[in-house]
């Protein structure tokens, strides 16, 4: 599983999604949303606005990811 660093302690999907290269622009997110080709911690995510946090893993047809927190 790759990890993904964040600065902060919460990241919206869409901003992962795009951070992860899972898509190259943020409209691009609604319809894999829409489609139901994201999971968040193994669950069907529509919320493109939802808060991730340090832990949790999103994956997008069959790749996933997790959030780390970034070294200071």
């Known amino acids: 599983m790759r990890m ?5 302690d ?3 999907l869409g ?5 992860a290269d899972f898509i190259d622009h ?5 319809e894999l ?6 999971l968040v911690n193994g669950e069907v995510e529509t919320r493109r606005g ?7 893993t999103v ?8 959030i780390a927190a970034r070294e200071h």
């Not at 993904?4 to 902060?8: F, K, M, S």
């Open 4 to 8: 993904i660093e964040i600065r902060d």
């Open 26 to 30: 943020g409209s691009e997110a609604r």
């Open 33 to 38: 949303l829409i489609q139901g080709h994201v």
């Open 15 to 19: 901003q992962l999604l795009k951070l």
């Open 10 to 12: 919460a990241i919206r």
């Open 50 to 56: 939802r808060q991730l946090v340090v832990g949790e």
């Open 59 to 66: 994956t997008v047809r069959g790749e996933t990811v997790g």
